[in-house]
């Protein structure tokens, strides 16, 4: 039971077996008393018309009934109004299905205590030829002090009458069953709703017009006449139960439409307003406007015996009623204003009102002593203790404990291989190889306890792709069967990644408190999802070697799925697919890993793969880089990532540019349509079509711009993750020191947009000022700025930040400070940052000590890794390869070639990056000065002057290879001789 009902003030029942409608119901003043109280007018089905008076509160007396009188046929409609031309007082119309009655009610004295009488008056009666379906009322043509009636037949006619004559009958056009119908003053026209489900406006103008030729009188029984033509229409999808029209003060006049699912708020003109979506069946409504209000409330009555109580959208109360109601109408009762009255399809009427009953149970006094102070303070700070104890509990603790209590587990189940058939689909671009691999992974979720609205959503980094990235799941019970869900993973765009790691994130809620929690889980791809197996290549321009404690693994073992025909123990090669071409050697006669290939970023993914699987093959094996770590190949990327941006940028504003000049000529053009006297366009025309086409073209560029980028800080991101990797190697960088590094380099970035230049400066400025700094301690009054980090005019100043920040690195200063490591610790000189100017600078020395590394090299090691040292510097040209020079080359982005970006050349001599071309200069091609009627230059160079991406690109030199000259190197005189067993050794 609902403590939210409504309160019945009155009500009247006379029999159970009358039965009414819609439109049966008429409040107002019909006994024009006025006095401000409204009557009650009931009609029924039976021909019986009561007309109330309400006065008692709950029930109905002897004299509230006015009146009560048979009719001879069914009351279909009731409605009040000034029906009469000759007087202004309010009549009663009533409709039946032959018939529209319009009567008056008289109050006649009695005499002594006989109470007064009420009679029931016929002013006049039009007949009618067709079955009448339901009418309206209202001022048509603008008429005063009087109104006229609209009856709608069941075949589709309106019938006019004015008093007691019969103005006009028009047929309404597309008619398949009556629909409701309403007057709208505003506009002078009726409103419906058809049997296609639109509402319709018809003008009372064209119907007065609309006579047939034929005739010059109007009649009833006309069969034929000129087609109506519609106002505006407005589609509904849906059939209307009924229309209403509201005049809002000091506003705009407003129709309201319920449907069967929605209740839609229409302006005169036809414009939707705005929709409630209803979840209910709607019986009936009525709207109405509060006082010194703008917006418009509604009482919806629904089948399942409620009442809402809407203002615009919102739902501001809910009652619920004894009865569903058929009708439901405001009014005045004997002084109470607002009063709801309802009727249900029983005949029976009543009056309520919105509230709740107030309890008149109270509370007793309780006996019980008062509390004391004394022992709510105890209590206080015993409580105060706890919540301290639990702030202060180790965080491994607590995560223990929030393990302990998880409700779901998330397990990622891999295959060891590929599909045999890819799923890929047309989607993916094609490759060279044939279609693009493809990998299913199944996802299963084991449930600990009940959670509901489990939600699965799948990331992976781009280029590549999952057939379905989110999976919704209603509830998981314990005792329920494992859900088990497929997902299969393929590139999905032409070129390689710098992930292979996808998460997968399930968000859920506790089923007995209904808190959100989330579960994740990770797992990583294999690279034979983006490679194919290729002969190996002897001699590649970007090579990274990676020296191990023991022996090398033969390759075959390791690379089984990547094995082909000139593949050996020593030698493997593969293909990334949209990408570049890797080898990886081994060496007979040391233990060393040789990782080469035509594209600096091809390294990354190849080299780590390279290290998960010989630790997975044997935890005894320890790796390092032996190497200088350069940035010779990592400027390059650095400089073309923000070549980019800031052409985008010069995209961007030429666009905008554009833009504001295509709508100052559509409004030159407007003004020129609408002058009463005509004037030459002076080209308008023709600019406006050049400038069109010139807005297409900028547009084609800043998609093209927005995938170079996307393509471009991917191959930042393997350069960067590259050279993190070889730092930790070389240094010997904890995880937490390598992870740190990540984060300032911002490795992780996986939007373009976010802006990787700024964002890097202005952390490896904070890092050089902190624990990098000379000094070994940050700047402890320095005021961090609050401003946003701004896209800088050049990175020459990033560079010398990067390598400042590595050489700190490489001379014993350490990311985080440990109390355990010694401060006056020498520094690490077995590691040298190069520069592109003063690159092998530092000569590599093993017999140095390490300072914080912790380790302390016997003397023969030192020994002998200085003698190996020292023939590999023998072998290994310090300086940089020698390259030839060539000039920038700038290329629109429908001429540059996607091979440029993946296994283009990087290198080129000029750090600074060119400047984005002048705005100004490029806007003079199109000038708005054509408009005053100047001469207007040729569209065509202006329009295929798209704005350039800057690519600068550096061709590099044949150069031999540093490791050929040594001969124990390659011992077969044949590359590609598989019977020799080290045809593959370095």
Not at 125 to 148: D, P, Q, Y
Not at 225 to 251: F, M, N, Y
Not at 321 to 326: F, G, K, L, N
Request: aromatic share 6%; net charge negative; glycine share 6%.
């Amino acid at each position: 039971m609902s403590l939210f009902k409504s309160i019945e003030w009155w009500s009247a029942l006379h029999s159970s077996d009358e039965e009414c409608d819609f439109g049966c119901l008429c409040v107002g003043d019909i006994t024009n008393a006025h006095d401000g109280s409204e009557q009650v007018a009931v009609g029924n089905y039976a021909g019986l018309l009561r007309i109330y008076s309400p006065s008692k509160d709950n029930q109905a007396a002897a004299n509230d009934l006015l009146l009560e009188s048979k009719l001879a046929g069914p009351i279909l409609q009731l409605a009040s109004g000034r029906y009469v031309s000759v007087s202004k007082d309010v009549h009663l119309a009533v409709l039946q299905p032959r018939s529209i009655s319009v009567y008056s009610i008289d109050i006649k004295k009695g005499a002594v205590d006989h109470g007064n009488q009420a009679v029931l008056n016929k002013v006049y009666e039009h007949k009618l030829e067709r079955t009448s379906a339901n009418f309206t009322s209202g001022s048509f043509g603008g008429v005063r002090e009087k109104e006229l009636i609209c009856v709608q037949s069941m075949d589709g006619t309106i019938s006019i009458f004015d008093s007691e004559n019969f103005v006009f009958m028009r047929f309404i056009p597309g008619f398949g069953m009556p629909g409701p119908l309403a007057y709208c003053a505003g506009t002078d026209s009726f409103l419906t709703v058809s049997s296609n489900r639109q509402l319709e406006s018809y003008s009372y103008q064209v119907l007065a017009v609309a006579a047939s030729s034929k005739t010059k009188e109007e009649s009833q029984s006309v069969t034929s006449g000129k087609r109506i033509k519609v106002d505006w229409q407005l589609s509904l999808g849906e059939c209307a139960l009924d229309i209403r029209v509201v005049t809002i003060p000091s506003a705009a006049t407003v129709i309201m439409v319920l449907g069967e699912r929605n209740l839609y708020c229409v302006e005169e003109s036809g414009q939707l307003k705005y929709m409630k979506k209803l979840g209910y069946s709607p019986a009936c409504f009525y709207p109405y406007v509060p006082a010194e209000s703008s917006s418009v409330n509604c009482v919806v009555a629904t089948h399942s015996k409620q009442l809402l109580v809407y203002e615009g959208i919102i739902v501001k109360w809910a009652t619920l009623v004894d009865d569903v109601p058929v009708h439901v109408c405001l009014g005045n009762i004997s002084g109470n204003e607002g009063l709801i009255v309802t009727l249900t399809d029983s005949c029976r009427v009543s009056c309520s009102y919105l509230g709740t009953h107030p309890s008149i149970f109270s509370l007793p006094r309780s006996n019980a002593r008062e509390m004391d102070q004394s022992a709510i303070d105890k209590e206080m700070l015993a409580v105060n203790d706890r919540i301290r104890k639990l702030h202060s509990t180790k965080k491994d603790d607590i995560i223990s404990k929030n393990r302990d209590n998880e409700d779901i587990k998330v397990k990622i189940d891999m295959p060891p291989t590929i599909d045999r058939v890819s799923v890929s689909g047309p989607d993916a671009p094609p490759s060279v190889e044939g279609q693009v691999p493809s990998i299913t992974v199944q996802i299963m979720l084991k449930a600990l306890r009940r959670v509901n609205n489990v939600s699965v959503m799948i990331h992976v980094d781009d280029p590549l792709t999952c057939t379905q990235n989110h999976i919704s799941i209603p509830s998981i019970a314990e005792s329920d069967p494992i859900p088990c869900m497929t997902v299969s993973f393929f590139l999905g765009k032409e070129f390689s990644p710098a992930s292979l790691k996808f998460e997968v994130v399930v968000h859920y809620q506790q089923s007995g408190s209904g808190n959100p929690r989330v579960a994740t889980a990770a797992a990583e791809l294999p690279i034979t999802l983006v490679s194919w197996p290729h002969d190996p290549i002897k001699t590649m321009q970007h090579k990274v070697t990676l020296e191990s404690n023991v022996r090398c693994v033969n390759l075959l073992d390791l690379f089984s799925e990547l094995t082909s025909a000139d593949a050996g123990p020593h030698c493997v090669g593969l293909k990334l697919i949209h990408g570049a071409t890797a080898t990886i050697l081994t060496s007979k006669s040391s233990n060393r890993y040789r990782v080469q290939s035509d594209a600096y970023q091809g390294l990354w993914l190849v080299t780590k793969d390279l290290l998960r699987r010989i630790r997975n093959y044997s935890t005894s094996h320890k790796i390092t880089h032996p190497q200088p770590v350069t940035f010779d190949e990592i400027y390059p990327v650095m400089d073309r990532h923000f070549q980019l941006r800031m052409s985008r940028l010069s995209v961007h504003q030429l666009l905008d540019q554009r833009a504001k000049q295509f709508r100052a000529i559509q409004r030159r053009l407007l003004t020129r349509f609408k002058d009463k006297t005509p004037r030459p366009l002076n080209c308008l025309d023709t600019l406006l079509e050049g400038t069109y086409r010139q807005i297409q073209a900028l547009a084609n560029a800043c998609g093209e711009n927005a995938y170079m980028l996307l393509m471009s800080n991917v191959e930042l991101l393997c350069s960067l993750r590259l050279v993190i990797l070889l730092t930790k190697l070389a240094l010997s960088l904890s995880d937490t020191e390598s992870e740190l590094l990540e984060s300032v380099l911002c490795i992780n970035l996986r939007d373009a947009d976010m802006g990787w230049e700024e964002t890097v400066e202005t952390s490896i400025s904070a890092l050089l000022n902190s624990v990098l700094s000379k000094r070994g301690k940050g700047d402890e009054h320095r005021v961090a700025s609050t401003a946003p980090p701004e896209i800088p005019n050049d990175i020459s100043k990033l560079k010398d930040s990067i390598k400042t920040m590595f050489d700190r690195l490489a001379s014993g200063k350490r990311l985080i400070l440990s109390s355990s490591r010694e401060s006056d610790a020498g520094p690490i000189s077995n590691i040298s940052v190069g520069h592109p100017s003063t690159r092998g600078d530092k000569k590599l020395n093993f017999a140095t000590t390490r300072g914080g590394i912790g380790e302390e090299p016997t003397t023969q090691e030192d020994v002998d890794n200085e003698a190996f040292l020292a023939d590999i510097l023998k072998s290994t040209p310090v300086s940089s390869v020698p390259r030839k020079g060539q000039s920038d080359i700038l290329k629109p982005p429908s001429e540059l070639e996607f091979s440029e970006l993946q296994t283009g050349d990087h290198s080129y001599n000029d750090p600074k990056p060119p400047k984005s071309p002048d705005i100004e200069s490029s806007m003079s091609n199109l000038s708005l000065n054509a408009l005053g009627g100047e001469e207007i230059r040729d569209l065509k160079s202006v329009v295929t002057d798209e704005p350039s991406i800057f690519i600068s690109k550096q061709v590099l030199g044949a150069t031999e290879d540093p490791y050929g000259a040594d001969e124990d190197l390659i011992e077969s005189s044949s590359f590609f001789d598989n019977t020799a067993d080290d045809t593959y050794a370095m």
